[in-house]
């Protein structure tokens, strides 16, 4: 456990790197401006996800679901040769 200057008061409060903790004598977040990245970086990675060309909804007839289950399986298995036929180009030269 260690301590942490509040961004708020500027008093010293006990810290265990939990960017959600509050300060123990106003109050205030001591995560400050890394919680304000943090919580925007959760937001867009939400928003990207649900993006996905084969992110399945709750709304989704069973016949799209399993639609997207199997293109979700070939498009992970193109990656993984992709990858592979990379890896090898680069190992090529050493």
Known sequence: MGEKKC??????SSWTNNIHESCDHCGASLGGKDLEYHLIREKEAKANHEKWIFFIKETDSPFVKNSKI????????????????VWLIAMMPG
């Open 70 to 85: 199997v293109g979700n399986f070939f498009y992970t298995i193109y990656m993984a040769i992709i990858t592979f036929i």
């Open 7 to 12: 961004p708020t008061c500027g008093k010293w």
